[in-house]
Structure formats: structure tokens, C-alpha cells
């Protein structure tokens, strides 16, 4: 660079072609996450409330009684129960031709997931297990948990004497193109299993239990409901 007469070094005015060729370093934007969320997980967009409306109106009109309906996410709980691997499959099983199968039907999760925990001889995930469930062999909580890992989009409702699994298919898309709401487990008082919404824990007779995790946003949308 030239040195002026007065002999201080400036830099030179920019122009278009030496902004063009010059690496400019782009700040990524601030993420704040709110009080009580995982500060390294992004946030869950919470469903469009047509779905949420849809789930409702199901089943207050079959149960009559007004209802608590929570959107659960992606169910995958580690495991505690007898019979069961960690991440739920029934041990037994041959595992090769699960990993195979889930290649065959394109199930992206299944192929990304599924990897040999060094050292242990069974099948782990990538991405961990959210929430827990414990309970004695054939624990009556698998029912639910079951139910709700199939879902594409499953939603815990809750009323005075019923708890259900409900699927609303995929939730994010347009709600009038989606299928019907459907029922995948439904129990019934005296046997319906006791829920603990504040605590986001469901308790069974047989002592088995399932703990789950609501996303900030779904659990901020309960606590206004109230």
C-alpha cells in the first residue's frame, strides 16, 4: 500500500470490485433459548392448531367430558422394562434384518440411527433417548409408549376418566388435506393409568411409568390453558 506524503497509512476506499473480492466474515444470529429449554437442541415448532382442534373435538364428542390434549413430538424413550433393548425392541429379534428392512422401505431415521454400540452387542441411536420408561416385563406402560412411537404425529389426551393416543398423521402439512384423527390406545377409569401433567409422568397400577418431555412451546401452550 502507498504511503501518503503526510505519512500516515490509510486503508484504500472500497469499490465494487474490491468488495467482490474481498472474504467478509458473517456473524451467525443470536439464538436465544428460553428459560427451561435444552440449549443445544433447536426448538420444536408447535403443530397448527387446526390439528390440535381436530384431536379435541374427536374426543370430547365420543367421551363427552372436557380433555387435555398435549402434542408429544418424536416418542423415543430409553427403556428400563425386561424383554426390551434400550431403544425399545424386543430382544430376540434379529436386528440385521430390521437394519436391512428399514433400508428397503427408505425409512431415513431407521438408516441414520441404527448403529452397533461398540461393546454392548445391541442397537443405539445416534441422537439418544428422550424421557424413560420402567416397569416389570409385559409392564402395562408399553401399551402407550408403543402406540405413540408409531405415530406419525402422536397427541397425549387426557380427561377426567379416559387417557388416549391419538395420530393426526403429518401435523405440519395443510389440515385439510390430512387424514382423519385416529385413535392408536385408549384406557379407561378404573384402569386408566394416572397422569401427572405438570411433571409430564404417566403412572400405571402394575408400578411401570413413562416419562416424557413436552417442548417448551407446548408446555408454555398448557400452562395458558389451564
Given amino acids: 500500500m502507498p504511503v501518503p506524503e503526510d505519512g500516515v497509512s490509510r486503508p484504500h476506499a472500497e469499490t ?3 468488495r467482490a473480492g474481498r472474504i467478509v466474515a458473517i456473524r451467525p444470529p443470536t439464538v436465544t433459548t428460553p428459560p427451561g429449554a435444552c ?3 433447536p426448538l420444536m415448532v408447535v403443530p397448527k392448531p387446526e390439528f390440535r382442534q381436530r384431536v379435541r373435538e374427536l374426543t370430547e ?3 363427552q367430558e372436557p380433555v387435555v390434549v398435549a402434542f408429544l413430538d418424536d416418542v423415543k424413550p430409553g427403556f428400563d422394562v425386561p424383554g426390551r433393548r434400550k431403544d425399545g425392541t424386543l430382544k430376540g429379534r434379529k436386528l440385521i434384518r430390521r437394519f436391512f428392512w428399514n433400508i428397503a422401505r427408505g425409512t431415513v431415521g431407521g438408516v441414520v440411527n441404527a448403529f452397533l454400540v461398540m461393546g454392548s452387542g445391541e442397537w443405539g441411536s445416534v441422537f439418544g433417548r428422550d424421557g424413560s ?18 405415530a406419525k404425529s402422536p397427541w397425549l389426551v387426557v380427561s377426567a376418566s379416559h387417557v388416549a393416543v391419538v395420530d393426526t398423521g403429518h401435523s405440519f402439512a395443510d389440515p385439510a ?3 382423519p384423527p385416529t385413535v392408536l390406545w ?3 377409569a378404573p ?3 394416572k397422569v401427572i401433567m405438570p411433571r409430564q409422568r404417566i403412572r400405571w397400577r402394575d408400578g411401570s ?3 416424557f418431555h413436552l417442548s417448551f412451546e407446548e408446555a408454555a401452550l398448557l400452562r395458558r390453558e389451564r
Fill in 39 to 41: 440449549p443445544t437442541l
Fill in 209 to 211: 411409568e413413562f416419562q
Fill in 191 to 193: 384402569l386408566a393409568p
Fill in 133 to 150: 420408561v420402567t416397569g416389570p416385563e409385559n409392564a402395562q406402560a408399553l401399551g402407550l409408549v408403543d402406540a405413540a412411537r408409531s
Fill in 61 to 63: 364428542g365420543r367421551w
Fill in 186 to 188: 385408549h384406557e379407561t
Fill in 177 to 179: 388435506s390430512g387424514p
Fill in 16 to 18: 465494487p470490485s474490491t
